[in-house]
């Protein structure tokens, strides 16, 4: 008559719906939330779920009830007397607080404010809400997606062609011993012996007959005991599978030379981070290359790129050299979209600013989805170079890069606040851009 | 050999079931308890979380509101602020039970004692269960409400669906029928309804009809097929139940949205006698987990640590921290309930001379059992604890009661646990367990048809305690919307 029903693996989140439910009613209050929050820590952080305060304005669910405080009479029965007896008067508690905790708190309908925790992926929607892929040319992004042929296993069928020999030949043998079949080297070994012997066939009458027994019942179990049978045999399986058909690759540049401190270091790596996020949200695959340059530039992973420092004078135009030479080498323009973000403090030895300029407009911009110069500057610098116009000479060089190319961005950041407001404004939505 | 039926913290299908028929002996033959058929399901902590957020039930139909009460108690459980219960059991037929995947054995034995047999005892007994809710129906009906509202949200867009079901939720409380029998829902009959109503909207549709601004309906409505408990032309006013009112009688609701009410209505009626027995459902339950691991020990079915652990867990379950304790969040209904039925056994057992003054019609008698399956099956919180609170149980929790006049400064001690204040304290106490002297009494007063369609709305105050200000505007505006014209309130004195 009675029923146990394991429900433990039936599926989660039965409340999901309820939770999208909630999470679009208190769009605004969560939508301010977040962005307050994030604007307070650190970007780094952006990728753990986050816990989000928000006032219930909005998501209140009113019900009628009394306010025996504001007017009439009424009795009520508390436990754990101590000292009280009849007639007795207690002091009322201040209104506000000290009333909680009576029966007030039974249907109160809690704080103005609560907390609950939301998702990565919940905020981050929230954070990339407005915002899209700028020009998203799409030069991989196709509607069929493309299938390659992948390794999928072994099977026990297939074409001649797919076989596996080492797995066929390791089963095979392993029936073999199984099976005691006998060895070739045996039944030759008997033979031998029986030729010496058939030298003399009087003598060893007897003892040829049983050798050509022993020899004839060696010979049909090799038969029956075949070298490879149909068993044995494994074929390579191959399944197809579609290729992630968007694919970006993001080229990080940046000088490390002395003039760049830690506090740049910082500010670019949070740049960078943040691209990235997006990225990853809007292809299958992204990878990134780290290109640091002083004089010259090296690909170095991400360690060296971010907390190693190089001694050297400043020539940027050595990192868009070996930005193309990995492009050219590893990523074709067919297969990848390729972003670059270029970070520096705008200072680079006179005149590599014009060859830059030059390798922009021939042989970069012509790849690239987008790319993006962060300039970054301290804050008394920003206040001098408050003006678009006025700058340092890399600054100014790629001013008319950025007039030749809607996909080529520039942007001044002094402090971690002014790296959003950047973002927001870089990957405006398409429209407006 | 051993009589145990574990030993260890672990559990598996096998001891589960083994322990259930052993508890589902004691419970039938020792302590006589009559119960729906048991359904129990094992559950995560996530899906737990699940659960309380629907309302405790396995079905729900979707609103923000159920997504915001998880959002609330998964933060709440993640912070550690709150444990999960260890079960959740649902007054349906077969009778449903929870059990957290983590609960070690002596839990799982302890919840199957309390939720599988206490809480069934009590919904298949107590006479306001049998009489309002129906056992064997709900779950149908949850399936039904949830497919509609869904199908409504499809046909008529989310934010349609979401304006109503927000209103009626804020008028839940005032939505059941307190003293008039409400006609019972049935999913066979509502989908019938439905039928009609589709059939009926084909036939006479018109495409005239849609040249109309919207809002205007077509004049005739659906054809009545049962009149028993549809709109036959006139109000009877006062009415309590102000969602069925807006339901039959509001001029601006299209039928789906009266559906809609209507399923909110059916499900504050169904939730409306849980209200009304808090202290006895809970006081059921953990008496009878406290008698049935009790026995389980007594005859060596479980050994000395899992009693402690059991101990351990029914302590803190039925703890009640004074009102000066910072614990203190009024009166807990496990801790009243499990001591007045401690209680009653005790004094039909050993009586004093005080109880069997205060209880002469059971007192000594020896058949606790008997009056305590009657206590179940007869009385709600209120009646219940007017009739069997006795002196000793008052001295024991130190109930005192206080006066309290909104315009004074101070609280009024009116009585203690002593001799002359036993009566006053047990009435007053008793009153506080009255749903409706707690919950503010409101009746539809007039509705103005013919007229400006003004709908007046009308609070007996109880005593002079008026509604909270604030509130008050915020539902009213509920009401206005489900009503579509000017609604007033006002508020008089009762008595």
């Known amino acids: 008559m009675t029923h146990f029903i394991d429900r433990r693996l039936n599926p989660k989140g039965k409340s999901l719906g309820n939770r999208q439910r909630f999470l679009r009613r208190a769009r605004t209050q969560i939508r301010e939330a977040v962005q307050k929050s994030l604007k307070d820590t650190s970007v780094a952080d952006i990728e753990k779920d986050r816990k989000i ?25 508390l436990p754990g007397n101590k000292q009280f007896t009849p007639g007795d008067e207690i002091k009322k508690p201040p209104s506000g607080d000290g009333g909680r905790g009576k029966e007030a708190a039974d249907f109160a309908e809690g704080d103005d404010e609560f907390e609950f925790t939301m998702t990565q992926e919940e905020v981050l929607d929230i954070f990339f809400e407005d915002l899209e892929l700028p020009n998203l040319v799409r030069t991989t992004l196709k509607d069929t997606p493309n299938k390659v042929w992948k390794r999928a296993g072994i099977t026990t069928a297939g074409s001649p062609t797919q076989i596996n020999l080492i797995r066929t030949m390791r089963n095979a043998q392993g029936r073999r011993l199984a099976l005691h079949r006998p060895k070739l080297k045996d039944v030759e070994a008997l033979q031998a012996e029986l030729d010496a012997l058939e030298q003399e066939p009087e003598i060893n009458r007897e003892k040829i007959a049983a050798l050509k027994e022993q020899i004839a019942r060696l010979t049909s179990k090799r038969k029956w005991v075949g070298f490879i049978d149909p068993v044995d045999v494994r074929f390579n399986s191959y399944t197809e599978q579609p290729v992630p058909t968007s694919q970006a690759v993001m080229f990080c540049l940046m000088d490390v030379s002395g003039s760049m401190g830690e506090r740049e270091k910082d500010l670019a790596k949070r740049f960078y981070m943040l691209l990235h996020l997006f990225l990853k949200r809007r292809y299958k695959r992204v990878d990134i290359v780290f290109i640091r340059h002083t004089h010259d ?5 991400e360690q060296e790129f971010f907390y190693s420092r190089q001694s050297g004078g400043t020539i940027v135009s050595t990192a868009l050299d070996k930005m193309l030479e990995i492009q050219k080498e590893r990523y074709a323009t067919a297969d990848w979209n390729i972003y670059a973000a270029q970070a520096s403090d705008g200072y680079t030895q006179s005149g590599d600013a014009r060859r830059c300029v030059e390798m922009l407009n021939n042989d970069i911009m012509p790849l690239c989805q987008y790319y993006a110069y962060i300039e970054i500057l301290d804050e008394r610098e920003m206040e001098v170079f408050a003006s678009e116009e006025s700058g340092a000479e890399l600054w100014r060089a790629y001013r008319t890069v950025a007039d030749g190319w809607p996909n080529f961005a520039t942007k001044r950041i002094s402090k971690p606040a002014d790296i959003f407001p950047v973002f927001r404004e870089l990957f405006k939505k398409a429209e407006t851009a | 050999m051993s009589n145990l039926l574990f030993s260890e913290a672990e559990w598996d299908f096998a001891t589960l079931d083994r322990t259930l028929k052993a508890i589902e002996e004691i419970a039938l033959k020792d302590l006589k308890l009559d ?21 405790a039930m396995p079905l729900m139909y979707n609103h923000w509101s159920f997504g915001k009460l998880f959002a609330r108690e998964e933060a709440m459980y993640r912070a550690g602020y709150s444990a999960l219960a260890y079960e959740i059991v649902i007054n349906s037929s077969p009778c449903i039970s929870y059990l957290l995947e983590e609960n070690t054995m002596t839990m799982q034995a302890l919840v199957m004692a309390h939720a599988a047999f206490g809480h069934n005892h009590f919904f298949k007994n107590n006479y306001l269960f049998r009489q309002w809710t129906n056992a064997e129906g709900i779950l149908d009906y949850l399936a039904f409400a949830k497919k509609y509202v869904a199908a409504c949200e499809e046909k008529y867009g989310r934010d349609e669906v979401e304006a109503v079901l927000d209103s009626a939720h804020a008028l839940m ?10 006609p019972r829902p049935s999913r066979e009959r509502t989908l019938e309804k439905l039928r009609a109503r589709a059939q009926y909207e084909e036939e006479s549709y018109n495409e005239l009809w849609r040249t109309l601004p919207a809002g205007i309906e077509p004049p005739a409505t659906a054809p009545t097929i049962d009149t028993e408990d549809d709109y036959t032309g006139d109000m009877k006013l006062p009415e309590e139940n102000i969602l069925y009112f807006l339901e039959k009688h509001s001029p601006s609701l299209k039928a789906w949205q009266r559906e809609t009410l209507r399923i909110v209505r059916n499900l504050a009626q169904y939730f409306y006698p849980q209200k009304q027995t808090k202290v006895m459902n809970e006081g059921c339950a953990s008496f009878v987990h406290h008698a049935i691991m009790n026995l389980l ?5 479980i050994n000395e640590g899992s009693l402690l652990e059991f101990m351990h867990s029914h302590t803190s379950v039925v703890f009640q921290p004074e009102f000066d304790d910072r614990r203190y969040y009024g009166i807990n209904p496990y801790a009243l309930g499990f001591g007045m039925m401690t209680d009653i056994k005790r004094i039909a057992m050993e009586p004093t001379a005080e ?10 008698n020896g058949d606790w059992v008997g009056v305590l399956k009657d206590a179940w099956a007869n009385y709600r919180d209120e009646s219940f604890i007017e009739q069997f609170l006795s002196p000793k149980l008052m001295r024991d929790f130190r109930f005192f009661s206080l006066f309290d006049k909104s315009d004074e400064s101070t609280y009024k001690v009116s009585a203690i646990h002593d001799e002359t204040g036993y009566r006053r304290v047990r009435q007053l106490l008793a009153r506080q367990y009255d749903v409706s002297l707690n919950e503010p009494n409101i009746q539809v007063k007039s509705a103005d048809l013919k007229g400006n369609r003004r709908l007046i709305l009308e609070h007996k105050m109880h005593r002079g305690v008026p509604l909270d200000g604030k509130t008050r505007e915020l539902v009213l505006a509920h009401v206005e919307r489900l009503w579509g014209h000017d609604v007033g309130l006002s508020e008089i004195d009762a008595d």
Do not use: C
């Open chain 1, 297 to 301: 530039a090296q690909e170095v992973d």
């Open chain 2, 355 to 364: 109880d069997r003054e205060w209880f002469p019609a059971f007192a000594g």
């Open chain 2, 35 to 55: 119960v729906y058929p048991n359904q129990i399901e094992v559950i995560s902590s996530e899906q737990m979380l699940d659960a309380y957020s629907s309302l």
């Open chain 2, 297 to 301: 020990y007594d005859r060596g079915m």
């Open chain 2, 173 to 182: 409380d005032q939505g059941v029928f307190r003293y008039r029998r409400p």
């Open chain 1, 53 to 77: 305060r928000i006032s219930t304005k909005g998501t209140k669910e009113p019900r009628f009830r009394l306010d025996p405080k504001a007017g009439g009479e009424h009795d009520f029965v």
